[in-house]
């Protein structure tokens, strides 16, 4: 009987067992990923109105300039020429900076060759310049009539009777030991390809400084009109004239090409060209005056008279015209004529002036 109670009590208690749920296992230890939050992107703040730029006044051109006939400030008006001798020969081709020169003056010298007197109107704006060459008399001339600093390296004798009569203001590379260290120079270059004649420069910037050193005036009082000129573009009434062909002789004989307003230089049978800018040069006006000229040595150094009164032309705009040139003395300013006696009008631009041998005027030919 106590058997069969045991028995009884084990199968209840299995059965209590059994109807029990069985208890959720744990999950493993596992780390816990808080949720990132990701901040807040901020507003943008509000962008600060841009300052106005500073205005830049416009310079006031109400000058014009006495060389070009361009409008100019009267700062710019005031400033003096400044006139450089350059070297002509084919050798020293090509010159450099002979572009930014606003008249250039092609005078006859000894032996059939040419030299230059490009005269700049603000020199502190050039670069090098050269090849520089040595004066004749006549150069003297052009500073008169243009209220020019003359710049040169030496000078035949008779220059330097002229110059030294006169105290004009000159730089004189050859002569002048005062000048600052550095005014002019050789090129290495051009030295040992064209010869040491051939080879000296200068710039605007040591110019500049050589003329503050030397106590020169770099500003005039009243600018100095040089010639008259029309306010815009004008064809006067005159004959044809596409080409223009100056044989000073047989060694050197230019020819300027009309075309887009302006006259194309030629010299020695190539386009005329500017080293500094590789471009040809070119003017909006021809002015060839015909003067007196004679040989006075064994040297073939030549006596130009540039005083009193001569004949010429004018060729711009496609047309060339006779005109009268006049000079009171060696300080007066050049006045030009029409032949019925009313002022030669030039267009605005640069010039070219040839002063030409009045026993040869069959040697212009324009076309």
């Not at 006495?66 to 084919?90: D, F, K």
């Not at 050039?126 to 040169?152: K, Q």
């Not at 004649?197 to 009243?222: M, N, P, Q, R, W």
């Amino acid at each position: 009987m106590k058997r069969v109670l045991l028995l009884l009590c084990i199968l209840s208690l299995f059965l209590v067992s059994c109807a029990e749920k069985p208890p959720t296992p744990e999950p493993p230890d596992t780390d816990v990923i808080a949720p990132v939050l990701q901040p807040e992107t901020p507003k943008p703040e509000p962008k600060p109105e841009p300052e106005p730029e500073p205005e830049i006044d416009e310079p006031v051109l109400t000058a014009t300039s006495s060389l070009t006939g361009l409008p100019c400030t009267p700062e710019q008006a005031r400033i003096r020429p400044v006139a450089v001798v350059l070297n002509n020969h084919n050798i020293a081709l090509p010159q450099v900076s002979v572009g930014d020169a606003d008249i250039v003056w092609e005078w006859n010298a000894e032996g059939g060759v040419t030299r230059l007197v490009g005269v700049y109107s603000d020199i502190s704006r050039v670069g090098e310049i050269g090849a520089v060459r040595s004066a004749r008399d006549y150069f003297l001339d052009v500073a008169h009539i243009h209220s020019a600093i003359l710049v040169h390296a030496g000078g035949s004798s008779y220059f330097y009777d002229r110059d030294i009569a006169s105290g004009y203001d000159t730089v004189d590379e050859i002569t002048m030991h005062e000048l600052p260290s550095g005014t002019f120079w050789r090129d290495p270059d051009k030295r040992y390809s064209r010869g040491y004649e051939h080879s000296l420069e200068t710039s605007g910037e040591k110019l500049f400084e050589a003329f503050k050193s030397l106590g020169y005036k770099t500003e005039l009082d009243e600018p100095k009109p040089t010639f008259e000129f029309y306010g815009e573009t004008t064809v006067p009434d005159g004959d044809t004239a596409e080409t223009v062909t100056i044989n000073h002789s047989a060694y050197i004989t230019p020819r300027f090409t009309y075309k887009d307003g302006k006259y194309y230089k030629e010299s020695y049978g190539e386009p005329h060209i500017d080293e500094a800018t590789g471009e040809t040069i070119a003017f909006e006006n021809l002015v060839i005056l015909f003067t007196k000229q004679r040989v006075v040595d064994e040297y073939l150094r030549l006596d130009i008279t540039f005083t009193g009164e001569g004949s010429g032309i004018l060729v711009t705009a496609g047309k060339s015209v006779n005109i009268n040139w006049s000079r009171e003395n060696e300080d007066a300013l050049l006045v030009l004529k029409n032949t019925d006696g009313t002022a030669v009008k030039l267009n605005p631009g640069k010039t070219h002036i040839t002063v030409f041998d009045a026993n040869y005027k069959n040697g212009i030919t324009i076309e």
